[in-house]
């Protein structure tokens, strides 16, 4: 788990997660998310860290990955009101963007007149 020793002070997950929420405030969200892949390096299993990630992912645009992350933090803590409107919102991004996409290339394959 999270934990230090003396001979080599190394932030505990609890630094880390509040590095990664200020950089989700401060809208740096490759930051954000490299800070909570920290956490979860130390503690897998940290559904603060998989929320704070998905946000940051959701932010780039990494949809597939923000929604993994965010099914697994629902998961772990399926009464959170936050986590659940997080991963509904990247349900609903997804489908605008493959309705998007859909739109883009329609036309692609139909024959000219």
């Not at 932030?11 to 590095?19: A, F, G, I, K």
Request: charged share 30%; net charge positive; proline share 4%.
């Amino acid at each position: 788990m999270c934990c230090h020793s003396a001979a080599t002070v190394q932030p505990t997950c609890s630094q880390l997660l509040n590095v990664s929420q200020c950089s989700l405030k401060l809208e740096r969200w490759g930051q954000a998310a490299a800070y909570a892949d920290k956490v979860l390096e130390l503690d897998p299993s940290s559904t603060k860290a998989l929320y704070r990630r998905g946000l940051a992912r959701l932010e780039l645009e990494e949809l597939d990955e923000a929604k993994a992350d965010l099914l697994r933090a629902v998961k772990a803590q399926p009464n959170s009101r936050e986590i659940r409107e997080a991963y509904e919102r990247v349900k609903s991004m997804q489908a605008e963007a493959k309705t998007a996409e859909k739109a883009a290339f329609s036309g692609i394959f139909k024959p000219r007149q």
